[in-house]
């Protein structure tokens, strides 16, 4: 995140601390922040702007810094992922067209559709343990891209899926047969269940069920320390943010190995992030 001045450089920290920062060019005057912060995200050719009035960025990209835009219009479609507004006005995501090409591959790899599961592993299923014979070489690279189709689909938001995906990819290298009816019946879950959905809800939760507990830290290596801050932090500003994170493991996750497998779900306000 950069905040520009008009002439293309880059604004000073001084610039940045005034109360109504603006920028001109072409007869268009506006805040840069106007008391919130504006965010350009882009991937290769592809650019998200986060704005109150990306019309004025869109102008000057295109006056001022000479760029040649195919088309703009508020998200509906990004790198395989749909975007919309529900009723309630709440934007969400979902890759649907995505999973559909997904099946569309499954389907031309295999003559036939996912058959349709209501979980993506079976709830006891140790992969590690399956003695079924390795697949050859040209399986092998079948499986490999099931694998990474799933990956995407992951980035994309089904982070409902990561741990079976990751179960099941760490077997890329050298899968059985087994390996390969569990990403068949894991296609499954995710063609039968393609509408689950990302809402970015922006309310703050509500923690007053919440217990904190407080911990006496004064006889612990922890004694007397404080929370270090970054020197150039910007201003805060926009609406405050609660970050919520869940933690939860899996014991003996792998049965040889003996290792276990962490997830931690991030949630900022009431979306989750990561």
Known sequence: MRAMN??????????????????????VSRPIFGGYYEYIASYVDDLT?????????LQYLQVRAKFKLKGSCEINYLLGCDYWR?????LC????????????EYERLFGEKPRRSRAPMDPNAHPELDQSEFLDDEQTKIYQSLIGAAQWAISLGRIDVCVHVMTLGSFRAKPRKGHMDAIKKFYGYLCRM????IRYRTDMPDLSDLEIQEYDWSRTVYAGSTEQYPE???IARGNPVQQLSYVDANLYHDMLSGKAVTAILHMLNQTPID
Do not use: C, W
Not at 49 to 57: E, H, K, L, T, V
């Open 194 to 197: 393609k509408d689950a959905t």
């Open 86 to 90: 529900d009723s309630d006005g709440v």
């Open 49 to 57: 702007i986060g704005s109150r009035d990306p019309d004025s960025i």
């Open 6 to 27: 008009a002439d293309g450089t880059v604004m000073s920290d001084e610039d940045k601390r005034k109360e109504q920062p603006a920028f001109t060019y072409e007869g």
């Open 93 to 104: 995501s979902a890759p649907k067209q995505y999973l559909e090409k997904m099946e569309v």
């Open 232 to 234: 150039n932090l910007p």
